[in-house]
Nanobody, 115 residues
Framework: QVQLVESGGGLVQAGGSLRLSCAAS????????MGWYRQAPGKQRELVAD???????NYVDSVKGRFTISRDNVRNTVYLQMNSLKPEDTAVYYC?????????WGQGTQVTVSS
């Protein structure tokens, strides 16, 4: 029933920027959080940032000051503005929707940062 569609990934040079978008559809949303996770080869999936319907945000320390998460509650869309990208940011980025009924995931979008 729930669909999450990501876009905005790609290949950039170190120091560059990308903006990821994730649009959710299929349900009427109540209180929830939307966020971005990433998984690099050989590593566990980690939370990058999330944001609640009330606007509270959370970031992993490694991206603080570089990434900004935001959302549009009317359009059920979450964004991740990524600046000053580093090769260490290279990963598949997954959109997540967390509700009291469960967690939902997008298909992932590849972000590659070259040296």
């Amino acid at each position: 029933q729930v669909q999450l569609v990501e876009s905005g990934g790609g290949l950039v040079q170190a120091g560059g920027s990308l903006r990821l978008s994730c649009a959710a559809s299929g349900i009427i949303f109540g209180l929830n959080s939307m966020g971005w996770y990433r998984q690099a080869p050989g590593k566990q999936r980690e939370l990058v940032a999330d944001i609640t319907t009330g606007g509270s945000t959370n970031y992993v320390d490694s991206v603080k000051g570089r990434f900004t998460i935001s959302r549009d509650n009317v359009r059920n869309t979450v964004y991740l503005q990524m600046n000053s990208l580093k090769p260490e940011d290279t990963a598949v980025y997954y959109c997540n929707l967390a509700t009291r009924r469960g967690n939902f995931w997008g298909q992932g979008t590849q972000v590659t940062v070259s040296s």
